[in-house]
Every structure is written in C-alpha cells, then in structure tokens.
C-alpha cells in the first residue's frame, strides 16, 4: 500500500467515528430501558399476586400483611408498604433492577386486592 488515497475518503473517518459513538450510546441506552421495563413488569406482576393472597388470608381471617409479604420474598421482591382497610389489602413492593453507571436502580409497584364490590 503506498499510503495514497482516493479524493472522496480523505477525512471520513472524522465523520464515522462520532456516528458510531453515538450508535453505541443509544444502544446502550435502549438495552437499559428494556431492563428497566423488564423489572418493572416483574414487580409488578410480585405486587398483583401478593395482593390476592393477602386479600384471600383477610378473607380466611389470617394476617393479610405477613401472606403478601411471603409471596414477596418468593418472588424475589421487598414488601414496602402493606395498608389493610375494609377487607382491603394496597401493597407496595420494590425490587433491585438493572444496574446504571454503577448503581443499582430500584423498582416500585403498587397493587390492590379485596372482595369485589356488588352494586
């Protein structure tokens, strides 16, 4: 090669360096969403079945807070927050998500449970 170069490539990489850069960036960007939605979905889906079986153990006359705060552990999430009103059991529940520069991110829900309600 005698180092000799075609009149349209000299300076391209000027511009392909950058553009690439950003290419990974917002790669890296979208795979943490994901990860993020992920989790969320997770936890969320935690919070739904500790809520039904909180809300069933009310209904049995056990301790609603201590059955969803169980289904929380089995399900890889923290038991936050339990309420209990009326036969009605609201739980929060956050688990570790996807970690960013580092840090680990954290990732709530909410759900709620209790007898339906018969107009």
Sequence with gaps: MTGRHA???RGSAVWITPFVGLLLLAALVLAFQG???VSQRRVQAAADLAAL???SALQRGDDGCAAAGTIARRNGATLRRCDVADQE???TLSRAGPQALGREVEVR???RAGPAQVP
Aim: charged share 15%; proline share 0%.
């Design 7 to 9: 009149r349209g490539d």
């Design 35 to 37: 990860g993020v939605l």
């Design 53 to 55: 079986a909180g809300a």
């Design 89 to 91: 059991l609201v739980v």
């Design 109 to 111: 829900a909410s759900a």
